[in-house]
């Protein structure tokens, strides 16, 4: 991207607007975007590039972030993503996705950068408006439903948590310990 980057990172937490989709396994990208927002006490999230956007810094001296949650649907969220990230000018590596994952089991989280999509709509827009699949991501382990089912699976996903809500907020934590891990540890050069 030409020119210097506006901020350091660009976090994505991925979801459905919508009260509706609130507590759902498919918004735990949202609930981990808003605990970032609180922990790192950065301004209230205002409309922008088709989301809800918020920026500052990670503490004094700390890298410059954006957080974006994207309020296109998630099918849709690459129409969100690509513009801010045009506009921020970050780098693809510095594209930080949260995003809930069938394939891993309810609480486990995993970092990385690149690799597939499973199937996962929201990932698949991201790599359309962002032109590559090669951005960091937090996979969060929702759990799978013992089905292949697609309608059944969609259910699941859009469905609200059935774990206890002290494992959904240390589900929470976690997940955004991991961001600022991966932020923190690489500051404002290296890789994830």
């Known amino acids: ?3 210097e980057p506006i901020v350091d990172w660009l976090i994505v937490g991925l979801g ?12 735990v990208g949202f609930e981990v975007a808003n605990e970032l927002v609180r922990r790192w006490q ?3 999230l205002k409309a922008k ?23 296109t649907y998630m099918n849709d ?3 969100s993503v690509g513009p801010a990230r045009g506009a921020f000018k970050v780098e693809l590596d510095r594209v930080l996705v949260i995003h809930d994952e069938i394939d891993l089991p309810f609480g486990e989280i995993r ?9 996962h709509n929201g990932l698949k827009s991201l790599r359309a408006g962002l032109g590559s699949p090669d ?4 996979r969060i382990g929702v759990g799978r439903p013992p089905t292949t089912d697609p309608d059944r699976v969609a259910a699941y996903v859009l469905g609200r948590f059935r774990e206890p809500k002290e494992e959904v907020r240390a589900l929470i934590e976690e997940a955004a310990d ?15």
């Open 42 to 44: 950065l301004p209230r």
């Open 16 to 27: 459905n607007p919508g009260s509706e989709y609130d507590g759902t396994r498919h918004n």
């Open 77 to 79: 969220a690459g129409n």
């Open 49 to 71: 590039y088709r989301g809800l956007l918020t920026e500052g810094r990670i503490g004094p001296g700390g890298p410059r972030v954006a957080i974006l949650l994207p309020q």
């Open 135 to 138: 951005f960091a991501r937090v």
């Open 178 to 192: 991991a961001v600022e891990r991966t932020v923190l540890d690489t500051g404002s050069a290296g890789q994830v």
């Open 111 to 119: 970092p990385r950068v690149g690799g597939g999509l499973a199937g």
């Open 1 to 3: 991207m030409p020119g």
